[in-house]
Nanobody, 115 residues
Framework: QVQLVESGGGLVQAGRSLRLSCAAS????????MGWGRQAPGKQRELVAR???????NYLDSVKGRFTISRDNAMNTVYLQMNSLKPEDTGVYYC?????????WGQGTQVTVSS
């Protein structure tokens, strides 16, 4: 089992930046992948960014060039740097981990981007 705790959300104006952090309860070396999903009001959760155990990254098209996912293996932490934020980036952001074939999700942190 993996516990994930997110932090770093908040209210920000369009064009500004935020950095989200996700602390895992176990070594992230043992995880197949980690990432971030988000859920906007009235919409389904979507995977925004993902980093594999080998370091390969994938991004949702709408955030490419603006968001960067990174990992600190020593701290068992994954980050999501979000730049040039837009109102449509508003939502609850959830940390995600894949251990074997099991998905784990954190409790989420709210990100609100005002226009």
């Amino acid at each position: 089992q993996v516990q994930l705790v997110e932090s770093g959300g908040g209210l920000v104006q369009a064009g500004r930046s935020l950095r989200l952090s996700c602390a895992a309860s176990k070594s992230i070396f043992s995880l197949n992948a980690m990432g971030w999903g988000r859920q906007a009001p009235g919409k389904q959760r979507e995977l925004v960014a993902r980093v594999s155990s080998g370091g390969r990254t994938n991004y949702l098209d709408s955030v490419k060039g603006r968001f960067t996912i990174s990992r600190d293996n020593a701290m068992n932490t994954v980050y999501l740097q979000m730049n040039s934020l837009k109102p449509e980036d508003t939502g609850v952001y959830y940390c995600y981990a894949l251990a074997g074939s099991v998905d784990y999700w954190g409790q989420g942190t709210q990100v609100t981007v005002s226009s």
